[in-house]
């Protein structure tokens, strides 16, 4: 898939809610986001930043940066998490997920700003993940964690997640799912998009 235009992003935003009610907005990044994404990154404890990479860093370094800003590219997608504080757009979180056509399957990885955690931002925001998933066609949704980060074990468990070894690290955990998302339960604007695609399609298909 190639890169998409900024005016057809806007459409795959979805307005999600914290465990308090409070609106938390996820669209994908762009451009416009690059000194905010940059920030969020900087401002996340030494530790959310280990556990993010899998290694000490300070900053995004320029090449991922340009990347994480390079929505569709190689079926990599970015998407952040925003609030309203105090009058301001600001990223409290952000995923960034790739779809592997050739097994059917999403593989992501997240972060959430250590202010907010606690809120249920991370709960929602991998409920999204997952219908995102759904509509691009993939089966399976997982990602990989250190094991000694607790707290993203404890959230994909939650989430109904199961548990196996990385194949390739022994550090690292990996935790699956299947995608089981009813149709008539359409919960982001991905589904919904697709979902108006494939009707369209449909008739003529059949004709």
Partial sequence: MSTYRLEDLKQYSDTLRTRQGEALNVR????RDTDELQHYFRSLSTRSRYNRFFGAVSELPKGLLNEFLDVGARERFTVVATMMVDGFETIV???????HEEN???EFGL?????WQG???GTA???NLECRAAALGAEHIFGDTLRSNQTMISLARKSGFAFVNNPDDWKLVRFDKEINVAPKDIPCASWRLAALSRRVVSPSATA
């Fill in 111 to 115: 972060s959430i700003d250590d202010r």
């Fill in 125 to 127: 925001l991998l409920r």
């Fill in 93 to 99: 979180a952000e995923a960034r997920y790739a779809f």
């Fill in 104 to 106: 059917a399957t999403l």
């Fill in 119 to 121: 809120h249920g931002i």
């Fill in 28 to 31: 994908f990044v762009e451009p």
